[in-house]
């Protein structure tokens, strides 16, 4: 069983910064793709973010592009999320996720997808 434990949101000014930390139990962590995904009140849970395992690709929703950064380390068992010049429209729960099941190189953009969520972390940005 994999666990995820999200860090890192806060409240935050419009233009301002965070990192958020997602790190996983499994030994087998650097295998599996991961994901970022966020869900605002009344919106449907919506993809931010990925890593492939392998070469370590990312990809990233239109709206975040040149502004969110995603990582990982390995060794250390984690997935970074760094998000810069932050919008109050950036203002959600977010989640990270793992996709343990399919083995695609380009990781999937489908929440249902992934297999194992994090409890997730607020992130709010003021205007």
């Known amino acids: 069983q994999v666990q995820l434990v999200e860090s890192g949101g806060g409240l935050v000014q419009a233009g301002g910064s965070l990192r958020l930390s997602c790190a996983a139990s499994r030994r087998t962590f650097s295998r599996y793709a991961m994901g970022w995904f966020r869900q605002a009140p009344g919106k449907e849970r919506e993809f931010v973010a990925a890593i492939s395992w392998n070469d370590g690709s990312t990809y990233y929703e239109n709206s975040v592009k040149g502004r969110f950064t995603i990582s990982r380390d390995n060794a250390k068992n984690t997935v970074y999320l760094q998000m810069n010049s932050l919008k109050p429209e950036d203002t959600a729960v977010y989640y990270c996720?793992?996709?343990?099941?399919?083995?695609?190189?380009?990781?999937?953009?489908?929440?249902?997808?992934?297999?194992?969520w994090g409890q997730g972390t607020q992130v709010t940005v003021s205007s």
């Open positions: 996720a793992v996709d343990s099941v399919s083995g695609t190189v380009i990781p999937p953009t489908e929440p249902l997808a992934y297999d194992y």
